[in-house]
């Protein structure tokens, strides 16, 4: 597969382990925080970790939109899909993922919902389109990567005249989560995470560009390299974080600069700045509130906002008591800090959000790595009965 | 000539009724199409010719594929593939097949006439004849078109006995060709995702590769055909089964290069995808090459290799584990499939 298999190449990866073993220094731990839920899976699909020394230590990030979506914001869209009767289109992933009362999108479908699974906002328009006499919402979620895509959809809805077509927007933004990550306001500062860098994200980079980060790195002073999917990008970014770390750098580097360029993609930014607005705050599941962090409908477009069109009732969501997803997104606590990982908590009766994704860090270490996993976690358990 | 086969006719309620209707759908779409001497005793339970030494083994699936045409098949073929293949598993021949056909009221019978022909071609390209049938017609909308349940009876010839508890460490692990072509197929043509891709679905019959496999090599542990849940799916429950490790090497699995591109594009792992038309097969390492070899020698089997190693026993009360050697040198687990496959979002 060209540009794929080039960047899984066994030999590279061996000389750039080669590489990371030597500049490593020996005395000292790399904690770096793979923002994005897509490095967490490649890292564990190819088995990164097996290729770099012990001291240098991944910690998994809150970049899985998943995963980051409040319970309450899930029981909302099945309410709409229940309740207000609509046709919900929604992107795979949404599908597993429990809401209160272990409910799910999958579920409310097995009940009756109208729910239906969509590649893109381009389906969800023409299920509106085939629909005239159903309301259709779009469950819009995820990061810079699929934010245009709901832009598009409204500015096509808008164009047509749709009258029959909104987006329930769950959008959120990278930039402040990062910043929530390093400073953890609400968090014991014994609690708080010790980073050394960021691999940053792949594909929302392309849409914000390398510029995005610039601020945030110069005022925290970590180092952080904007990172490919593939095992060979994350291997040389690792070393390249190293080498930022060593040197005493602190710096926006792009080692994605085959897509990623400085200033993004400017005509999605524009599409997202006509589209939509700032929310003043938004819930983050395991961040809490986070200021600016995620995207409203503008006014202008209030026609295709959900949460306009639909009256949503207030209610009361509840985590799933000791779940410890919210210490995880955070990257405080690993998947074997979990009382219920891989017991009660499995990708098929998942309890919490890091579960249910195939992004989400349980699941990585579930899928890929559940023998070593498990086996840590009775011997933590025997240590502590003794 | 045919009298029902008009242009823009569907199925009707009366098709199943039973009556005159029932008797023209059969005669001039079934019948014609499967024709072979135990469905024309025109019994309703059909006389099979003596069997052969050995032992009976029998199976059944329902397919209830979507689209019900696909590039490379469609439901009839698949319906005889699919049942030839599961009895072929066993190490048995096949002798006959069953077809159970539940239609849905309003389906066009042209459509159910193609697939019919086809499930007769395939039939008889397979040389295992549809020696009885049944149709039944379900009102609109409690159906999907057609679905057809076919059921195969076989005889495992003396001698041949394979099992899971036969998997033995240090035993090769094979697969008869490229992975997750049929299920990319399907997906390609479902809606909402319609890609160009060139991909035909591997829908092939086995049975004959398998017969020569079990008689020139006694020894193989077991054989099994890697459909729903792909390969990870039948690999892990045979490690649970022998409560063994086994080790695949990534570099070594055969996945096009079409339909590596499609998974990684849907965020999906060829390895969770269906095939329909391949085995696996778990066997002494002394015997890999001679199966490769015989393999490699028929059309469904020309894209043969080894893909794996049997490894340790499990530690007892510990389950079967199934790990691979990634492309970069690392190990993972390989999982089973929780529930559907589902595309990520990014």
Not at chain 1, 86 to 95: E, K, P, R, S
Not at chain 2, 105 to 122: K, V
Not at chain 2, 205 to 210: E, I, K, P, T
């Amino acid at each position: 597969m060209k540009y794929v298999s080039e960047f899984r190449d066994p030999a590279l990866a061996q000389s750039l382990a080669r590489a990371i073993a030597r500049e490593a220094r020996p005395d000292r731990t790399y904690a770096f925080m793979e923002f994005c839920g897509g490095h967490t899976h490649a890292i564990f699909r190819y088995g990164v970790q097996d290729l770099v020394p012990g001291n240098v230590r991944f910690i998994h990030g809150p970049g899985c939109p998943v995963c980051v979506l409040p319970m309450r914001r899930l029981d909302d869209a099945l309410e709409l899909a229940e309740r207000h009767g609509v046709i919900l289109a929604t992107y795979g992933d949404m599908m597993r993922v429990p809401g209160s009362g272990r409910r799910s999108m999958l579920t409310a479908r097995g009940a009756g919902a109208d729910i239906r699974m969509v590649y893109s906002t381009l389906d969800a328009l023409e299920i509106a389109r085939a629909n005239p006499t159903r309301q259709v919402v779009f469950m819009g979620i995820g990061f810079e990567t699929t934010t245009p895509a709901s832009a598009m959809a409204i500015l096509a809805a808008r164009r047509e005249g749709l009258r029959n077509f909104s987006v329930f927007c769950n959008h959120v933004l990278t930039p402040p989560a990062m910043v929530h990550v390093l400073e953890a306001p609400d968090i014991d500062p014994a609690q708080a995470v010790r980073l050394d860098g960021f691999l940053g994200p792949s594909h929302v980079s392309t849409v914000i560009g390398a510029r995005a980060y610039r601020p945030l790195v110069a005022r925290y002073g970590k180092p952080m390299v904007i990172a490919g999917f593939e095992p060979l990008d994350v291997m040389q970014s690792v070393l390249m974080l190293i080498r930022q770390v060593n040197e005493g750098r602190a710096e926006v580097e792009n080692q994605y600069a085959r897509v990623v360029t400085e200033e993004g993609n400017l005509r999605a930014q524009a599409m997202m700045d006509e589209v939509f607005v700032l929310r003043d705050s938004f819930e983050w599941r395991g961040l809490g509130s986070v200021p600016l962090s995620a995207r409203a409908i503008a006014p202008a477009f209030a026609e295709f906002d959900a949460e306009t069109r639909f009256a949503i009732s207030e209610k009361q969501s509840r985590e799933t008591k000791s779940c410890e997803c919210p210490a995880i997104l955070r990257g405080v606590k690993s998947p074997k800090d979990c009382k219920l990982f891989g017991r009660a908590c499995t990708p098929e009766t998942p309890l919490g959000a890091c579960m249910v994704s195939s992004e989400g860090s349980c699941a990585a270490y579930y899928t890929y790595r559940r023998a070593e996993t498990m086996a840590q976690m009775d011997r933590a358990q025997m240590e502590a009965a003794e | 000539m045919s009298t029902i086969l008009r242009p823009g006719a569907c199925v009707e309620m009366a098709h199943g009724g039973g009556g005159l209707a029932t008797t023209r759908l059969i005669r001039e779409i079934f019948a014609r199409h499967f024709a072979n001497p135990l469905l024309d005793q025109g019994h309703d339970a059909a006389r099979l010719d003596p069997l052969p030494p050995g032992r009976l083994v029998m199976s059944t699936d329902a397919h209830v594929v979507s689209p019900l045409e696909f590039p490379g098949g469609d439901i009839g073929s698949l319906a005889v593939h699919g049942t030839v293949n599961d009895v072929a598993m066993a190490g048995a021949w096949p002798v006959a097949l069953a077809a159970a056909f539940i239609i849905e009221e309003g389906f066009p019978l042209a459509d159910l006439d193609r697939i019919a022909a086809s499930m007769g071609a395939a039939a008889r390209a397979a040389g295992v004849p549809i020696a009885t049938g049944d149709t039944k017609v379900v009102e609109r909308g409690h159906g999907d078109g057609v679905f057809i349940t076919t059921t195969g009876v076989g005889v495992v010839p003396e001698g041949v006995n394979m099992a899971p508890a036969h998997i033995a460490p240090g035993m090769a692990i094979l697969v008869s060709g490229p992975l997750g072509d049929h299920g990319v197929a399907i997906l390609s043509r479902r809606q909402g995702l319609e890609f160009g891709t060139a991909i035909q679905s591997d829908s092939a019959a086995l049975h004959r590769m398998v017969a020569q496999m079990v008689a020139q090599v006694p020894g193989i542990a077991v054989l099994r055909d890697p459909t729903r849940g792909g390969l990870s799916a039948t690999l892990n429950e045979l490690a649970e089964a022998a409560g063994v490790t086994m080790t695949l090497e990534e570099a070594a699995l055969p996945v096009r290069p079409e339909v590596a591109g499609a998974c990684e594009m849907l965020g999906l792992d060829p390895l969770h995808i269906a095939n329909e038309g391949k085995l696996v097969c778990i066997c002494p390492p002394e015997e890999a090459e001679a199966l490769l070899a015989i393999m490699r020698a028929h059309p469904e089997g020309a894209g043969a290799v080894r893909v794996g190693t049997v490894g340790e026993r499990a530690a007892p009360g510990t389950p079967g584990l199934l790990r691979m050697q990634t492309l970069i040198g690392g190990m993972r687990v390989v999982d089973w499939l929780a529930g559907e496959p589902l595309p990520r979002i990014c």
